[in-house]
């Protein structure tokens, strides 16, 4: 972001905080986004198997051997790469949320080199960099993901954590092994629902024949249309290590994240703008229209509108318990979705524990949990939300008229986009994160137990088929009530939480205006106040004065 359009924005804020402080309103949301504002980068996960040489491929483009290129899936956690004016290195533990940083530790560049950092202990590795190249592309947070496909949780961490934040995604694949797995379809296919923008480098270009090299590219393009239903994804070819480096399409890919940078920061900044401007415009407003009224107007305008608020809560709560008491029946709906998909996998699971291919069910049973509740929460629990929202967004028209909803309004602004459908699509996104970082680890638990089972059916002297009909079956009758209840509860607590959260916003939003609202009411009443004591001393002053003088023409006719 250039400085001149920072400071632009900056002072925009600064203008609204002034004001805003002028009149005595809540300055402690604005100030807090001043500070976010600060931090605005185009988060981009680098996500590839193993060995597809990401790590080469950053240390090539930073000129310098800084990432590990050895590192084990056990010690792989996340890097997270940013241009800055002097270079650090710290490792971050998160909470499950990942929202709350709980501690950090500044470590050596050695450290870094050797990567020897366990994801049960950390979460993330942040590194600032002084670098000419990042320098030009300062607005791009780089992040070196683990290596794809070889853990479930590795998975969930480049979907979940990054996936509310991020606003591309750069794949990698080698030039020898461009066929893609099922498991790197399943994870484009996510991103392809939430309309995430990819891109894809093919690294190790030099390691085969320009034919070879052009039929990988055909090979991708051909999946990635097919496969996948993304059209005109960009491919570019890079190479890390030998004679000819070329990391030339990967610059490219960061330079336009850079570009869309200006655009994307706008997106947002402007949005918190219309939200501060909409409650200060509220408060002006209501000011100017309501200056020449008496202190009983006034005072009757307020009581009018904290009767109108407490009636919305009300009904609000009201349509709050209605939309929980459709949740139950939406769950009901995924949960028998989860448990047909999983039954129908059953013959699969076998022949793939069968094959000593435990890591792979696991992989596809969570798969097809994910795919199952996706769908479930698109097709039964959107609708719902829509619907609560529109209800909502009446409920408001009714009880508070001069609180404008429309799209494009001045005054009311900050409610616009809580009743967009962007808001149900960033709720959905939310709730698929919270649950895709909750359901691994009973899914694995589950599993263990029946992988210890099934390996020691397949052990025995029973017949090959004999033991995939075992192990068919108790997967069906005992596994599959197991993983699609612990599955039911962790989306019905992720819906509640999210849910939750939207109501909280909402309430706060409507609150927010009513409170300006009665805030200028609330300074009228005491301008007015005022200007009665100034007259009443006024008066006072004149009746005593006229005293005096009354007294002096009556001894003047003595």
Not at 236 to 241: G, I
Not at 305 to 310: D, G, I, R, S, T
Request: proline share 3%.
């Amino acid at each position: 972001m250039e400085i001149q359009e920072m400071e632009k924005y900056e002072n925009q804020l600064d203008s609204l905080k002034s004001m805003m402080e002028k009149y005595e309103l809540d300055t402690e949301d604005i100030s807090a986004y001043e500070e976010e504002m600060k931090d605005f980068h185009v988060t981009t996960p680098m996500v590839g198997r193993f060995s597809t040489g990401k790590s080469s491929l950053i240390n090539a483009l930073l000129g310098r051997k800084l990432l590990s290129v050895d590192t084990r899936p056990e010690t792989s956690i996340p890097t997270e790469i940013t241009y800055g004016p002097e270079e650090k290195a710290v490792l971050v533990k998160k909470d499950e949320s990942g929202r709350k940083i709980l501690r950090t530790r500044e470590v050596t560049w050695d450290e870094v080199h050797e990567g020897n950092f366990r994801v049960d202990e950390w979460s993330v590795l942040q590194l600032t960099l002084h670098d000419e190249f990042l320098k030009t592309v300062p607005s791009v947070r780089i992040v070196d993901m683990p290596g794809f496909g070889t853990n479930i949780a590795l998975h969930n961490k480049a979907i979940n954590e990054y996936l509310p934040e991020s606003k591309a995604y750069i794949l990698t694949f080698a030039a020898r092994s461009s066929t893609m797995e099922k498991d790197t379809i399943d994870f484009l296919k996510e991103l392809k629902f939430y309309d995430m923008p990819v891109y894809v480098l093919v690294t190790k270009s030099q390691a085969v024949v320009p034919e070879e090299l052009q039929q990988c590219v055909d090979n991708l393009k051909r999946q990635l249309t097919k496969g996948v239903g993304m059209s005109g994804v960009s491919i570019y070819r890079t190479n890390a290590k030998g004679k000819h480096i070329d990391v030339e399409g990967f610059k490219t890919v960061l330079e336009k994240l850079e570009a869309q940078s200006r655009e994307l920061f706008k997106k947002e900044v402007t949005a918190k703008e219309r939200n501060y401007a909409g409650l200060l415009k509220q408060y002006i407003t209501t000011a100017i229209n309501k200056a020449d009224c008496s202190v009983s107007d006034l005072e009757e305008e307020k009581e009018k509108k904290q009767k109108n608020l407490e009636d919305l809560k009300a009904k609000l709560e009201k349509e709050r318990v209605d939309f929980q008491s459709r949740i139950p029946s939406c769950i009901q709906s995924i949960n028998s979705d989860v448990r047909i998909a999983l039954e129908n996998f059953a013959l699969e699971f076998a022949e793939l524990m069968a094959d000593n291919r435990q890591e792979t069910a696991r992989a596809r049973v969570n798969s097809i949990v994910s795919e199952k509740i996706k769908a479930g929460l698109k097709n039964t629990f959107e609708p719902e939300v829509v619907s609560y929202l529109g209800r909502i967004k009446d409920a408001i028209h009714i009880a508070l008229p001069d609180i404008h909803l429309d799209t494009g309004s001045t005054s009311g602004g900050a409610f616009t986009a809580l009743f967009s459908a962007k808001v149900v699509e960033k709720g959905i996104v939310s709730i698929l994160a919270m649950i895709g970082l909750k359901i691994p680890n009973p899914i694995v638990q589950i599993l263990a137990g029946l992988a210890a089972i099934v390996i020691g059916l397949f052990g025995k002297s029973n017949a090959r088929e004999e033991a995939k009909a075992k192990a068919v079956q108790q997967f069906r009758l005992e596994y599959v009530p197991q993983i699609a209840d612990q599955a039911a509860g962790i989306v019905e607590s992720a819906i509640h939480e999210q849910m939750e959260n939207i109501d909280h916003a909402i309430t706060k939003e409507v609150e927010a205006q009513v409170q300006s609202e009665q805030k200028a009411l609330d300074d009228l009443i005491e301008k007015v106040n005022e200007e009665k004591a100034q007259k009443e001393a006024y008066l006072a002053e004149l009746h005593e004065d006229e005293e005096k003088v009354d007294k002096i023409l009556a001894e003047a006719e003595m």
